[in-house]
C-alpha cells in the first residue's frame, strides 16, 4: 500500500521558536495532503488542506499566519509553526492523497511538545 | 455542524470476548464511515469502509454496521485478541465537505492476556 512518512516523529523546542514538520508521499504523488491536529483524547481535527503548487485552504479557526504550509512538490509538504507556544503542544497527523482517489494515506504523526 | 461521538470512551476486556464499539453522528448526509484504527506513536489504519448506500462490511474477525438514518455506526470485533489493543477511530465523509474526514474522539480498547 502507499505510504506516507513524516519527520520528525517527535520535537520538543522552547516557545516562541519556530517548528517545521515534513509529509511525504514515498511511493505515490500527492495532488492533496491534509494537516490534522490530535489533541489528548480528542479527535482529530482537520487544520487544512493544500493541494500541490497553491494556496493551502484553512478549516475555520485555524490561524494561517501561524501554521505555514507549503505543497511545493507532488511528494512534500511541509507544515511550520511559527512563534510555537505551549497551547501548540498536539500530535500532528498529514494525510495523503492521489488525484481523482478518494483514499487517504495517513502519516504516523509528529509530537510536539513546546515549553 | 457534523459531530461525531464514539462510547464507550475505553473498554478493557479480557482476551476472547466479542465486544461492540459505537459510533454516533449528527448529520445523515454522508458520502461514507470509516473506521481505523491507530497505535501509539503510529498512523491510522484503515480497517473498514461503508458507503452511504451499504450497511455493514466485514473484514475478518471485524464487521461494521451502519444505520445512515438513525446516525449510527458500530464496529463488531470477534474473539478478540491482545494484539487489538489500540484506538479506535470512526471518521465520517461528508457529501458537501470535500471528502474530508470528521472523526470521532475514538475508543481505547485494551485486550488482556
Known amino acids: 500500500g502507499a505510504v506516507v512518512s513524516q519527520h520528525p516523529s517527535r520535537v520538543i523546542c522552547k516557545s516562541g521558536t519556530s517548528v517545521k514538520i515534513e509529509c511525504r508521499s514515498l511511493?505515490?504523488?500527492?495532488?492533496?495532503m491534509f494537516w490534522y491536529r490530535q489533541f489528548p483524547k480528542q479527535s482529530l481535527m482537520l487544520m487544512a488542506t493544500?493541494?500541490?503548487?497553491?494556496?493551502?485552504?484553512?478549516e475555520q479557526g485555524v490561524e494561517k499566519d501561524k501554521f505555514l504550509i507549503n505543497h511545493a512538490s507532488l511528494t512534500l509538504s511541509t507544515l511550520t509553526v511559527t512563534s510555537a507556544h505551549p497551547e501548540d503542544s498536539s500530535f500532528y497527523i498529514c494525510?495523503?492523497?492521489?488525484?481523482?482517489?478518494?483514499?487517504?494515506?495517513f502519516g504516523p504523526g509528529t509530537r510536539l511538545l513546546v515549553l | 455542524k457534523q459531530e461525531v461521538t464514539q462510547i464507550p470512551a475505553a473498554l478493557s476486556v479480557p482476551e476472547g470476548e466479542n465486544l461492540v464499539l459505537n459510533c454516533s453522528f449528527t448529520?445523515?448526509?454522508?458520502?461514507?464511515l470509516q473506521w481505523f484504527r491507530q497505535d501509539p506513536g503510529k498512523g491510522l489504519t484503515s480497517l473498514l469502509l461503508i458507503q452511504s448506500s451499504q450497511r455493514e462490511q466485514t473484514s475478518g474477525r471485524l464487521n461494521a454496521s451502519l444505520d445512515k438514518s438513525s446516525g449510527r455506526s458500530t464496529l463488531y470485533i470477534a474473539a478478540s485478541q491482545p494484539g487489538d489493543s489500540a484506538t479506535y477511530l470512526c471518521?465520517?465523509?461528508?457529501?458537501?465537505?470535500?471528502?474530508?474526514?470528521?472523526f470521532g474522539p475514538g475508543t481505547r480498547l485494551s485486550v488482556l492476556p
Open positions: 471518521a465520517v465523509t461528508l457529501l458537501n465537505y470535500g471528502q474530508n474526514f470528521v
Open positions: 493544500s493541494n500541490e503548487g497553491s494556496k493551502a485552504t484553512y
Open positions: 448529520d445523515s448526509a454522508i458520502y461514507n
Open positions: 494525510s495523503a492523497r492521489l488525484g481523482g482517489s478518494k483514499t487517504q494515506y
Open positions: 511511493d505515490f504523488q500527492a495532488t492533496t
